[in-house]
């Protein structure tokens, strides 16, 4: 069969396939439908614990922050090593960029867990940041180092077992799948580098990799160990949540528990936002460590809530920037 009848074929089963793409944009909110309606009466108790929780729980916002910024160093380290002749990219500038991304993502449901690469990718071309875009690609890929290795950490810090796996066999096959990951990105991404398409994001990665493979490995593996970093900060949301409710939990508790959470979110990236999967797991997670399920519920409320504070700070920011944007042309044609 020759090529062109190939892509034919191909052409012709993606419009038959167009209406499941369809029906799987507006899955993620049927299944949180279905899940608000069969655990509404535990919703709504964790929901009117929020209430009673502790100011400490603002603390989350800051700490927000400090994480997304650390996450920030993974992306410039990769961009140096992009482009080591162009200019230092501010940390400050890029953990922006991850902020608005971020809120686009989750103000999206069909987005959210699958475009945030793409998000950045135009982001960063928008703002002039070409040697980002490329980077950005490899940043997420150490995310999922990151992430990997952070469960295989933190499944660590409990015992017992799971769908009656124990525990030290979960945390091997995590941490080997992100050994794996590394692996495939340094030595097998530039030896495939020619058969990707340049015009994808992912291809145009792949040669950078290919092409600056002394520069780009050392940052690819710094950028992993940031990514973890960022995953035992954002566990102490976890801890904050245990503090402001007084649940008696304590650090190590808090990383199993995120530990779960990335797990599952990692598990399940082919759907979008995982709606209420990564809540469950929460919930979940807390009862393995003597907690009620409410107050599982709750912190998973928590978590929740600084999204929608993400969403808000991000999209702001978006739209501040654009109107700055709009503003400026008309102020230089205007001139003195």
Not at 269 to 288: K, N, R, S, V, Y
Request: charged share 15%; hydrophobic share 60%; aromatic share 6%.
């Amino acid at each position: 069969m020759t090529r062109p009848r190939i892509f034919d074929r191909l052409r012709v089963l993606a419009r038959r396939l167009r209406p499941l793409l369809a029906l799987w944009r507006v899955l993620p909110l049927a299944v949180l439908v279905v899940v608000v309606a069969v655990f509404r009466d535990e919703i709504a108790r964790a929901a009117a614990r929020m209430l009673d929780l502790r100011p400490i729980v603002f603390a989350i916002i800051p700490l927000y922050i400090l994480w997304n910024h650390i996450a920030g160093y993974s992306w410039q380290s990769l961009i140096a090593a992009t482009a080591p002749d162009q200019p230092k990219v501010p940390a400050l500038r890029l953990a922006l960029l991850r902020l608005q991304s971020q809120a686009i993502n989750m103000a999206i449901p069909a987005l959210i867990g699958l475009g945030g690469g793409a998000l950045r990718i135009g982001l960063t071309r928008r703002v002039g940041l070409a040697s980002a875009a490329a980077a950005a690609v490899l940043d997420d890929i150490a995310g999922g180092v990151g992430g990997l290795l952070f469960v295989a950490g933190g499944v660590l810090l409990h015992s017992g077992a799971l769908f009656g796996i124990p525990y030290p066999t979960i945390a091997a096959i995590f941490g080997g799948v992100g050994v794996a990951l590394w692996l495939a990105t340094v030595f097998g991404l530039p030896a495939v580098a020619a058969r990707i398409r340049p015009e994808r994001a992912l291809g145009q990665a792949a040669r950078v990799l290919a092409h600056n493979r002394r520069r780009l490995v050392p940052a690819f593996t710094i950028g992993s160990a940031w990514h973890l970093a960022e995953r035992v900060l954002c566990a102490g949301e976890i801890y904050l949540a245990f503090l402001a409710l007084g649940a008696p939990a304590g650090i190590a508790d808090a990383a199993f528990v995120h530990a779960m959470s990335v797990a599952v979110g990692l598990l399940l990236f082919f759907l979008p936002g995982q709606p209420g999967a990564a809540d469950a797991a929460i919930a979940a997670a807390c009862a393995t460590v003597g907690l009620d399920p409410s107050t599982g519920l709750t912190v998973a409320l928590v978590r929740r809530a600084r999204t929608l504070a993400v969403i808000g700070a991000g999209l702001l920011s978006l739209a501040v920037m654009r109107r700055a944007e709009a503003v400026a042309p008309v102020a230089e044609a205007e001139g003195p």
